[in-house]
């Protein structure tokens, strides 16, 4: 496509529920990155994939956050048995991926809020 | 680890205005640095970047900025501000260490006013 999307672009849930979050990069772009960014705040990454691969969580703050990117190109982020404290807009970003520095490129995010 | 302090969290201009955001950050190694600007409704879009060469670099819209290693600083600025440039302002590093995440500083509201 012409740019990453995401979806939804806002997730409304109760706490206790399960949340599913929709990232699908810039077509050829081989890395993708979830950030996390609270109200008054900048991104804050989470984790990142070149291809399917993870290959940095360390951003996850918990063990209720997992990501995936099973083929290599559309990536789900998962936050079970959501919390207040989850609410945030949830940004992805992709890039290509070279022996370089790279440019990352963000999506719309998805804001949510977390009842 | 790498930070980004930027220090005007909110700024009011009036149109042609001159700008300056400053933006500081704390990594004793080689950097590569952007900008990345949200107008209002809108994504993060990349305003401009830098990663080796003429340490002063042009982005889009009349943005410039410039790279002061001495003083681990990369602010942004524009000569003349429009009301149109009315956005939050987010400055990023990424250190060249193979380690490919982004740290943000906490951003800057930019406000314009005709």
């Known amino acids: 496509g012409a740019g990453v999307s995401q979806s939804p672009r806002y997730k409304v849930t109760k706490r206790g529920q399960d949340v599913a979050l929709r990232c699908d990069p810039i077509?050829?772009?081989?890395?993708l990155y979830w950030y996390r960014q609270a109200l008054g705040q900048g991104p804050e990454f989470l984790t990142y994939f070149n291809y399917e691969a993870q290959q940095d969580k360390s951003g996850l703050p918990n063990d209720r956050f997992s990501a995936e990117r099973p083929e290599g190109s559309i990536s789900t982020l998962t936050i079970q048995r959501t919390e207040q404290r989850d609410s945030a807009m949830y940004r992805c970003?992709?890039?290509?991926?070279?022996?370089?520095?790279?440019?990352?490129?963000f999506g719309p995010g998805t804001r949510l809020l977390v009842l | 680890a790498q930070s980004v302090s930027q220090h005007n969290h909110h700024v009011i201009l009036s149109e042609a205005a001159s700008l300056e955001l400053g933006c500081n950050y704390s990594?004793?190694?080689?950097?590569?640095l952007f900008w990345y600007v949200q107008y209002p409704g809108q994504h993060l879009q990349l305003l401009l970047k830098?990663?080796?060469?003429?340490?002063l670099v042009k982005g889009i819209k009349g943005f410039e900025a410039e790279f002061i290693k001495s003083k681990f600083s990369f602010n942004l600025r524009k000569p003349s501000v429009q009301w149109s440039d009315t956005a939050e302002y987010f400055c990023?590093?990424?250190?060249?260490?193979?380690?490919?995440?982004?740290?943000f500083g906490s951003g800057t509201r930019l406000q314009v006013q005709p």
């Open positions: 970003a992709s890039s290509l991926v070279g022996g370089g520095p790279e440019t990352q490129y």
């Open positions: 990023a590093v990424n250190a060249d260490t193979g380690r490919r995440a982004l740290t």
């Open positions: 077509s050829g772009h081989v890395s």
């Open positions: 990594y004793g190694g080689t950097v590569n």
């Open positions: 830098y990663f080796s060469g003429d340490p």
